[in-house]
């Protein structure tokens, strides 16, 4: 018995992480202090980082928890630290966005539930038909794709200064 279950060990454990890490998502649905909701974020993206550490891509994993977890959730946090939490429209019961977010989460089960019962598709491929390990994502990453990556950042940080900008024109607004 015990054999058999630490022959499973992966198994087991990447059901608990993916259990885990759609909780943590289903919980930053419905929580609505904007901090309960970042550390959901938080833990959604450690446990996301535990499955690719599973599946053997530790170089995503790596980078799921160093650039996700790090860096944006620190803009995140930011950003949240500079909101009014006493914003009476922050503290009602439900969004407006609650039955919208709903009918979301309802295709994404079906697109789950049609994804479980079906062939996934194949791990994508090199070019010459190889396998697309780490050594070749990383070659295309920093060849290719460096510019889309530095890109993503830059559209991060505008995003984090537009916020900024609309706080500080709210503030001017409510004081006068």
């Not at 909701?37 to 959604?44: F, Q």
């Not at 996301?48 to 994993?61: D, N």
């Not at 949240?80 to 922050?90: A, N, Y």
């Not at 089960?109 to 598709?121: I, S, T």
Request: glycine share 8%.
């Amino acid at each position: 018995m015990i054999r058999d279950l630490l022959a499973n060990l992966d198994t087991l454990l990447l059901w608990a992480f993916a259990g885990c890490a759609f909780v943590s998502a289903s919980l930053m649905l419905v929580l609505r202090q904007p901090m309960r909701v970042a550390i959901a974020l938080v833990s959604c993206m450690v446990f996301l980082g535990g499955v690719y550490g599973l599946l053997g891509v530790h170089f995503i994993a790596a980078f799921q928890v160093l650039i996700y977890v790090g860096a944006v959730m620190v803009f995140m946090v930011y950003a949240i630290m500079l909101l009014d939490p006493r914003d009476e429209t922050v503290t009602g019961k439900y969004s407006k966005f609650y039955w919208p977010g709903l009918i979301g989460f309802a295709l994404l089960a079906e697109a789950l539930a049609v994804g479980y019962w079906n062939d996934l598709p194949h791990a994508p491929r090199g070019a010459a038909g190889e396998p697309f390990d780490i050594m070749r994502f990383s070659a295309a990453f920093l060849s290719e794709y460096w510019l889309h990556f530095e890109l993503t950042s830059v559209l991060l940080l505008a995003a984090v200064v537009a916020a900024l900008a609309v706080i500080k024109e709210n503030r001017r607004h409510d004081r006068g």
